[in-house]
């Protein structure tokens, strides 16, 4: 029962709602009423009339549903229990509202306790009241306004329904800056890429707004209705264009539908070719090699006249990003690439040849490969092409299974390459077996990395191999300048996550600290690794003053994590910490101290190049 010295600030409102009423029929039942005439509801009948109003309209929370809600709560008990909950058993959704008797009750019941104690709890319940009332109003009066003029209610009173809140923010945004509006619509394309489509149906204003900014309308999928892609390219006017060419199979068309609408939309964007800036393009052979054959062969050939290939006819001279996955199919025959001299970005997926060398022009700054089996000398070819390179992801990348002979040293993977600007790398290993997923590991015994030291890469992120000592530390040992390490499903034990700390590993001295400006450090899908030697690790950091300030455990085995070890984190130095195990107790969001929300919302820059 509430008392005057009981801070309603510090209780959640729903509590603050429902506890107050089960304390007015609690007085109630102690005090008389003779006011109140017999023919209207009682209190307990007012109260169960409003909770499941409340029920109706969504006041009410999931806070923990009780089997016996009348014996799970003593009258005199705490109200520091936020787990319970009236309203949680309650299950009808009727509307209540047309009986008048309900608001009187709950008057008479406030006039006998504001009398008998001297007690003034009618904000609560006015809220209530006036909060109910108000919302059945505004619902009276947009069914009457739909009744007027006989026709189904409007998309903006829809996107309304059950949210006024909404509707409020919607015109709201009608006051702001159309530049602002702008930015907002552009923001959330990102959750929705239809959403200017929608908003042009809200109100002359958003119409006028989204018919009018053209960098709303680039984006085209060649999935679109025909009419609509024409639609984009007249509201796009001179803006660059990106074009999404995705596999037409998922909306049930057939081999020769696809080329037949392919050919369409290529029609309606050959006169706009010089405006693509951005290419990509999903399952290569079915989408345009399949204008080039009108038998169904199974490995089509290119036309004679390379002027009439596709990609002269989307004029790659003017593309930025460039994004082709083969489906599987290795494309045979020569094909002819003009010059790429605005490529920045380039992604491979599939088996491609040396025909494609051209495309890794010496601006290239970005380059994912993917599902790549290609040879081991036509990838270094590439590489050196591209000296501007900032970024290389390799997915499900490849290597041969190495035995040295006698007197032979070992295989290394990028030899003899020079990528001066290479500041993050991406290397998700495959086996002989093709592209695996990522939880199969690969031998890297005897093989390296680079043959030389690469101080300009600040992030590595490899997966998907058997880790040694011999690799680990060479990789790590020619990466003065790294900051960022992820290793995962790549069997780690103790003793190589050991190779990051400063001072003795089994005794034997360390004469050369590896990965100095380490400071963040993410370990994925480790099972034999211990919450032991992940202590170990930042102990010895934080005393050599190089500590480790972002620490992210994803995937470990909760019989190797003790609390302990984790609690001490925080106390060398690291200040963003999320720990997810996959022990039953401690699975999905961790509870391990200093990984609250706040602290686990690390930003990881994970570039997979799919």
Not at 85 to 104: K, M, P, R, W, Y
Not at 588 to 598: A, T
Request: proline share 6%; hydrophobic share 40%.
């Amino acid at each position: 029962m509430y008392s005057k010295d009981i801070d309603l600030r510090r209780i959640p409102n729903h509590l603050q709602d429902t506890e107050f009423l089960r304390g007015l029929q609690r007085d109630l039942e102690a005090t008389s009423a003779p006011h109140v005439p017999r023919s209207q509801h009682s209190a307990r009948d007012a109260l169960a009339v409003l909770e499941r109003s409340l029920h109706a309209r969504g006041y009410f929370c999931a806070c923990g549903t009780l089997e016996n809600s009348d014996s799970a709560r003593e009258p005199d008990s705490d109200l520091e229990d936020e787990s319970y909950c009236v309203l949680s058993h309650i299950t009808e959704s009727d509307n209540f509202f047309g009986d008048a008797h309900f608001t009187t009750t709950l008057r008479a019941v406030l006039r006998t306790l504001q009398a008998s104690r001297g007690f003034d709890p009618s904000s609560i319940v006015e809220r209530i009241i006036t909060r109910l009332e108000l919302e059945e109003m505004q619902r009276q009066k947009k069914t009457d306004i739909s009744r007027k003029h006989h026709r189904s209610p409007s998309l903006s009173s829809s996107l309304s329904t059950g949210s006024h809140t909404f509707t409020q923010f919607i015109h709201g945004m009608e006051l702001l800056p159309p530049e602002l509006v702008y930015g907002i619509i552009s923001f959330a394309r990102q959750f929705d890429q239809h959403i200017h489509i929608t908003l042009s149906q809200v109100n002359r204003f958003f119409r006028s707004l989204v018919n009018s900014s053209p960098l709303l309308w680039t984006k085209i999928d060649f999935l679109y209705p025909i009419p609509l892609i024409s639609l984009y390219i007249e509201r796009s006017a001179r803006s660059p264009l990106e074009i999404i060419a995705d596999d037409a199979s998922t909306i049930g068309l057939w081999a020769m539908e696809q080329v037949d609408r392919t050919s369409e939309c290529l029609a309606l964007l050959r006169p706009h070719r010089d405006r693509i800036h951005r290419l990509r393009v999903r399952d290569f052979e079915a989408q345009f090699w399949g204008l080039d054959m009108r038998d169904m062969t199974r490995v089509p050939q290119p036309r004679p006249d390379p002027r009439d290939n596709f990609l002269w006819c989307f004029a790659l001279c003017n593309l930025e990003t460039l994004d082709l996955d083969f489906g599987g199919w290795e494309i045979h025959g020569s094909i002819v690439f003009p010059p790429v001299t605005n490529l920045r970005k380039l992604r491979l997926g599939g088996p491609w040849s040396r025909y494609y060398l051209p495309l890794f022009a010496p601006q290239l700054e970005f380059l994912a490969l993917a599902n790549c089996s290609v040879g081991l000398s036509v990838l270094l070819e590439a590489l050196r092409r591209t000296p501007a390179l900032e970024h290389l992801a390799l997915s499900d990348f490849f290597i041969q299974p190495y035995k040295p002979t006698p007197g032979q040293g070992s295989q290394t993977v990028l030899q003899n390459i020079s990528l001066p600007e290479l500041s993050a790398l991406t290397i998700r290993f495959a086996s002989e077996a093709g592209a695996l997923p990522t939880n199969h590991v690969v031998d890297v015994t005897g093989v390296e990395l680079f043959t030389q030291a690469q101080p300009t890469i600040q992030q590595l992120d490899i997966s998907a191999f058997h880790a040694n000592d011999s690799f680990l530390k060479a990789t790590l040992q020619r990466l003065p300048g790294l900051n960022h390490l992820r290793i995962a499903s790549a069997w780690l034990r103790d003793d190589h996550l050991l190779l990051l700390s400063v001072g003795n590993i089994n005794e034997v001295p360390l004469t050369h600290v590896l990965c100095p400006q380490l400071t963040s450090l993410t370990v994925e899908n480790e099972f034999d690794i211990t919450s032991k030697a992940i202590r170990r690790v930042a102990d010895s950091r934080h005393t050599a003053s190089i500590p480790l300030k972002t620490l992210t455990l994803r995937g470990l085995d909760g019989t190797r994590v003790a609390a302990d070890d984790i609690e001490s984190l925080a106390a060398y130095g690291v200040t963003k910490l999320t720990v997810d195990i996959f022990y039953a107790e401690f699975s999905g969001e961790s509870d391990w101290p200093g990984s609250e929300e706040e602290d686990s919302s690390e930003e990881e820059t994970r570039s997979e190049g799919d």
